[in-house]
């Protein structure tokens, strides 16, 4: 039996509108096949850290609204990278989860020589939690406020120092900047770390520090720590008295960072909105919101994945500008 042509590309337009028909029946069809296994979240810190808490925070609710059990599972290491491995040795059908600051995408490629694109490798799906950074000093700061802390800093030209949690990143780099619009000298100690860092600036070692908001406000609630300025928009609900950078003039030194869910880019579309709304849903449960900012940091804003892609490519191309003009070289 033979056929001719136009019936020849009347039967593969047929196969190829059915192709197309069972493809989309699907993608229409993967949400409700997902999830149907437990979750996995790998966290891009360590077991205890700001990254865990807010884990285990959105497990508890996305457990209950998925009906499956979400496992938490840290992976400290190497900036985050660890975790971005293990996220990528696993399978594309969206159980297994990544969380991690927008760090590991906007910062990390400008500190670390690595061998993959970190843009590519993870993308993000939903905000958890943000959280700006506060400049802090040790108590025994003879400045009481900001004004007072710039007349005395220049007044010490060359012998005041400020800590950063790791060279290279946001801690570091708004040191810079504000050197740079203050007209002062600082120097930059790097740390491995906010803890040994600010266990410096408490013992007198190095005098400031631009650190995260979720470790140091219980140090300030102390009084171990004098907060000088927020780099958030708007003046922070846990320091209310404490001034930004913006309305002190320094609008340039407005930065948040925050707290994200992620996925590998190849995860069905259906799935991945799919978790987007199932953790958006436990994002807006106040319970939730108040253990959120139990940790030291602020609910998350519901940004669409676009946004926050396209947040991270500015924040990326800012920091390696900054870097770029101190010839910082990654490690």
């Not at 996995?40 to 077991?47: D, E, K, L, M, S």
């Not at 994200?260 to 994002?283: F, Y």
């Amino acid at each position: 039996m033979t056929f001719d042509s136009k019936a020849r590309r009347t039967v593969c337009a047929a196969m190829f509108i059915g192709a197309g028909l069972f493809a989309l029946g699907a993608q229409a069809q993967a949400p409700a096949k997902w999830p149907e296994k437990p979750l996995r979240i790998v966290v891009a810190g360590p077991a205890g850290g700001s990254a865990d808490v807010i884990a285990r925070v959105v497990a508890d609710g996305l457990s209950r609204e998925i009906g499956q059990p979400v496992i938490v599972d840290p992976k400290p290491g190497a900036a985050g990278v660890l975790a971005v491995n293990e996220l990528s040795q696993a399978p594309h059908d969206g159980h297994t989860l990544l969380v991690g600051v927008n760090s590991l995408v906007s910062e990390i490629p400008h500190i670390v020589n690595l061998k993959v694109d970190m843009a590519q490798e993870i993308k993000p799906v939903a905000e958890l939690a943000r959280g700006g950074l506060v400049m802090v000093g040790s108590p025994s700061l003879p400045a009481r406020n900001f004004g007072e802390l710039m007349t005395w800093v220049k007044g010490q030209p060359g012998k005041v120092n400020y800590a950063s949690y790791t060279a290279g990143t946001v801690s570091h780099v708004l040191g810079l900047q504000l050197n740079k619009a203050a007209g002062i000298d600082m120097a930059h100690v790097g740390y491995k770390g906010s803890t040994p860092a600010l266990t410096d600036v408490m013992g007198g070692h190095v005098q400031l520090m631009f650190d995260g908001m979720a470790t140091s406000l219980p140090l300030i609630k102390a009084g171990k720590l004098k907060a000088f300025a927020v780099s958030t928009p708007k003046r922070s609900p846990m320091l209310p008295d404490v001034p930004t950078f913006t309305e002190l003039g320094y609008p340039q030194l407005e930065a948040i960072g925050w707290m994200g869910l992620w996925v590998k880019p190849d995860v069905p579309a259906p799935v991945q909105a799919r978790l987007r709304e199932a953790v958006l849903k436990v994002l807006a449960q106040p319970a939730v919101r108040e253990r959120i900012e139990g940790t030291g940091l602020e609910a998350a804003q519901p940004r669409s994945p676009e946004q926050m892609s396209k947040s991270l490519q500015a924040d990326y191309a800012r920091m390696g500008e900054v870097l770029k003009s101190i010839n910082f070289k990654p490690e």
